[in-house]
C-alpha cells in the first residue's frame, strides 16, 4: 500500500470490514453473490473508496477499503449497507418474503480492522523516541 494524496493531508488508511447476513442465513450464493459484488465495487467507484479485495461467505461479506481520513469506518459499513438492502432486496424480491421478512438484510454490528503500512509496534516505538532526536 502506498500513501495517498489530498489538498491537505497524506494517508494511507485501509480498513478490513466485515458484514454479517441477518441470523447467519447462508443467502450470498449463485446470482445473489455475483450481483452484491458488482454492486460492491460500483458503489466503492461512486463514493471514490479504493476497494482492495472482497470476497463473499455464504453468510458475510469480508472487503478491505482505502478511504481517505474524513470518512469514518462507520460512514462506510453503514452506507454500503443501506444501499445494498434496499437494491438486493428490489432485485431479488423473494428473499425477504423468504428470510427478512419485515427486518433489513445485515445485522446491525460489523467488524473494523485497520491496517497501513507499519505495525502497531513500530509507531508505538516511533512516537516515544520523538524526543531523543
Not at 458475510?60 to 438486493?88: D, G, Q
Request: one cysteine or more.
Amino acid at each position: 500500500m502506498e500513501n495517498k494524496k489530498t489538498k491537505h493531508s497524506v494517508y494511507n488508511l485501509n480498513y478490513h470490514i466485515i458484514f454479517v447476513i441477518k441470523y447467519r442465513h447462508n443467502v450470498l450464493a449463485g446470482e445473489i453473490e455475483k450481483y452484491v459484488k458488482s454492486k460492491l465495487e460500483e458503489l466503492c467507484i461512486l463514493y471514490e473508496w479504493e476497494l482492495i479485495s472482497i470476497e463473499l461467505m455464504p453468510d458475510h461479506i469480508h472487503m478491505f477499503v482505502s478511504v481517505e481520513p474524513k470518512v469514518a469506518p462507520l460512514a462506510i459499513s453503514s452506507t454500503l449497507k443501506s444501499i445494498l438492502t434496499v437494491e438486493i432486496f428490489r432485485q431479488f424480491p423473494t428473499l425477504k418474503q423468504q428470510y427478512f421478512w419485515g427486518s433489513g438484510l445485515f445485522s446491525r454490528g460489523c467488524y473494523y480492522g485497520s491496517a497501513g503500512t507499519v505495525s502497531a509496534a513500530t509507531i508505538k516505538k516511533y512516537i516515544e523516541e520523538q524526543k531523543e532526536k
